[in-house]
Protein backbone atom coordinates (compact mmCIF):
# COMPACT_ATOMS: atom_id res chain seq x y z
CA UNK A 1 0.00 0.00 0.00
CA UNK A 2 0.90 3.45 -0.75
CA UNK A 3 0.47 6.03 1.82
CA UNK A 4 0.04 10.02 1.58
CA UNK A 5 0.32 12.63 3.84
CA UNK A 6 0.37 16.32 3.45
CA UNK A 7 2.24 18.07 6.49
CA UNK A 8 1.30 22.13 6.73
CA UNK A 9 2.46 24.58 9.30
CA UNK A 10 4.09 27.92 10.02
CA UNK A 11 7.79 27.88 8.32
CA UNK A 12 9.49 27.33 11.64
CA UNK A 13 11.96 25.10 13.33
CA UNK A 14 8.90 22.79 14.11
CA UNK A 15 7.76 22.23 11.17
CA UNK A 16 11.41 21.15 9.91
CA UNK A 17 11.80 18.80 13.01
CA UNK A 18 7.74 17.08 11.81
CA UNK A 19 9.11 16.34 8.01
CA UNK A 20 12.52 15.55 9.32
CA UNK A 21 10.47 12.85 12.00
CA UNK A 22 8.35 11.69 9.55
CA UNK A 23 11.58 11.11 6.96
CA UNK A 24 13.39 9.28 9.40
CA UNK A 25 9.75 6.92 10.43
CA UNK A 26 10.32 5.64 6.06
CA UNK A 27 8.89 8.63 4.38
CA UNK A 28 9.91 10.41 1.50
CA UNK A 29 9.73 13.78 0.46
CA UNK A 30 7.34 14.02 -2.65
CA UNK A 31 7.43 16.98 -4.98
CA UNK A 32 8.82 20.04 -3.36
CA UNK A 33 7.72 22.20 -0.37
CA UNK A 34 4.68 24.38 -1.17
CA UNK A 35 5.05 28.29 0.63
CA UNK A 36 1.97 30.15 0.95
CA UNK A 37 1.56 33.50 2.53
CA UNK A 38 -1.04 34.09 5.46
CA UNK A 39 -1.96 37.77 5.35
CA UNK A 40 -4.30 37.51 8.25
CA UNK A 41 -1.11 35.91 10.55
CA UNK A 42 1.10 37.67 8.61
CA UNK A 43 2.99 34.67 8.31
CA UNK A 44 4.15 32.04 5.66
CA UNK A 45 3.04 28.61 5.87
CA UNK A 46 4.87 25.58 4.62
CA UNK A 47 3.25 22.39 2.83
CA UNK A 48 4.71 19.49 2.20
CA UNK A 49 3.50 15.96 0.59
CA UNK A 50 5.49 12.82 2.13
CA UNK A 51 4.64 9.43 0.70
CA UNK A 52 5.62 5.76 2.20
CA UNK A 53 5.16 2.32 0.83
CA UNK A 54 3.79 0.02 3.47
CA UNK A 55 3.82 -3.78 2.77
CA UNK A 56 1.25 -6.49 4.10
CA UNK A 57 -1.35 -4.03 4.89
CA UNK A 58 -4.84 -3.02 2.73
CA UNK A 59 -5.54 0.95 2.62
CA UNK A 60 -9.06 1.80 4.83
CA UNK A 61 -10.70 4.71 5.24
CA UNK A 62 -10.86 6.67 8.53
CA UNK A 63 -6.78 4.79 9.24
CA UNK A 64 -4.38 7.15 11.01
CA UNK A 65 -1.79 7.46 8.24
CA UNK A 66 0.63 9.59 10.91
CA UNK A 67 0.78 6.18 12.67
CA UNK A 68 1.81 4.05 9.80
Known amino acids: MKLYR ?3 GPDDS ?3 HRVTEALNKGWQ ?10 AERKQVIAGQAIVKDVEGKDYVPGM ?3 AC
Do not use: I, K, V
Not at 29 to 38: I, N, Q, S, V, W
Open 6 to 8: YLT
Open 14 to 16: AFC
Open 29 to 38: LHGGPTPAYD
Open 64 to 66: DLS
